[in-house]
């Protein structure tokens, strides 16, 4: 992923065009989370933590054991109810230098062209309405990015984080051996914990976050018919994974947003 600031000297004269192809994440085996999607993906993908340099963040489980994202297609159409939001921002990213933000899009995703789409900007010192609503998005996805990882402190805190394979786990679900070097919440400490623990993390919106993790283990099973149905595609196919560049940075994947203000399609 290239990632390039959006400036008048260097994007004067060209325009952006959305490339709906998912081709970019095929590889992706995870993607980062923010509090206010969890319910949604919850109900179609796996949730487990990572740990970052900053804490820890919940994250969206793509695979099994494999460098192969099972909800992108070969032709690399999204193939799931869900669609989490760091995806939908791509190919933009909010890049921090210092103290502020500056707007970059990532110069190799097939979006850039002079020919046809919306011009990045008018003229010097006036973006387009593509650049606005862009900024007011990742805006939005950053102060997200935020929230979510105070409360997953708060989590680590109470000491409701452990590594996946603890407690026995793998007798729970099979799949779990699959997943070393990811997290999850303890749900013996978690209901173990006294009343003001609980109303501690209720008042910073923790607890949609427990549940919809614990909920969405369902979802391990329903992963690993995705493996097996995806292995049988490439067996088909000669083992041809689909093109992909590297993919969005696990920066980019902090970030989420308003679901009422996506980017326009």
């Known amino acids: 992923m290239s990632i390039t600031p959006l ?18 994440a095929a590889r ?14 919850a109900m179609t993908m796996p949730i487990a933590f990572v740990k970052t340099e900053t804490g ?14 099972l909800f992108v297609t070969g032709d690399g159409q999204w193939d799931g109810d869900y669609m989490p939001a760091a995806y939908r921002g791509y190919p933009f990213k909010l890049a921090k230098v210092e103290q502020n933000h500056i707007l970059c ?11 046809k789409g919306e011009p ?17 998005f990742l805006t939005q996805l950053e102060l997200a990015r935020m929230a979510t990882q105070e409360v997953c402190g708060l989590l680590d805190t109470f000491g409701l984080i452990i590594p996946w394979a603890a407690g026995g786990d793998t007798e729970r679900k099979p799949h779990a051996d699959n997943l070393n070097g990811l997290f999850r919440i303890n749900e013996e400490a978690f209901n173990g914990l006294d009343q003001q623990s609980l109303f501690a993390l209720h008042s910073k919106g923790s607890l949609p976050l427990i549940y919809g993790h614990l909920l969405s283990l369902q979802n391990l099973d329903l ?15 000669g083992g041809v994974l689909p093109n992909s ?21």
């Open 7 to 24: 400036t008048y000297s260097s994007f004067s004269g060209k325009k952006f065009s959305r490339d709906s192809s998912m081709r970019f």
């Open 28 to 41: 992706n085996t995870l993607v980062t989370l923010a509090l206010n999607e969890i319910p949604q993906a």
């Open 56 to 69: 820890f963040t919940p994250t969206a489980v793509l695979a099994l054991g494999s460098t192969v994202n």
């Open 105 to 115: 899009i990532d110069d190799q995703s097939g979006c850039i062209n002079t020919v």
């Open 120 to 136: 990045f900007f008018l003229a010097p010192g006036k973006p387009s309405k593509i650049m606005q609503v862009v900024l007011g």
């Open 223 to 237: 992963l690993g018919e995705r493996a097996l149905n995806r292995s049988k595609v490439l067996a088909r196919e």
């Open 245 to 265: 560049s590297d993919g969005p940075e696990l920066d980019f994947y902090n970030l989420d947003i308003n679901f009422d203000n996506d980017l326009p399609q």
